[in-house]
């Protein structure tokens, strides 16, 4: 919406792999950025469900 804003302040990593691949055509630094992303992403799951369990608790 705003293009990253002034300086790239309002980018987003997603964003940013989405130039990197499409608009820049840096792919493998896309997909590298891509893969950052999804191990950070999996380690918070893995640390969520060794602290706080695998189940649904519904209220």
Do not use: Q
Request: glycine letters at 10%.
């Amino acid at each position: 919406m705003t293009g990253g804003g002034p300086n790239g302040a309002t980018t987003t990593i997603i964003y940013y792999i989405y130039n990197n691949a499409f608009e820049w055509y840096h792919m493998g630094y896309a997909a590298a950025i891509s893969w950052v992303l999804f191990l950070i992403i999996f380690v918070i799951t893995v640390l969520k469900w060794r602290f706080y369990g695998r189940s649904v608790h519904y209220s």
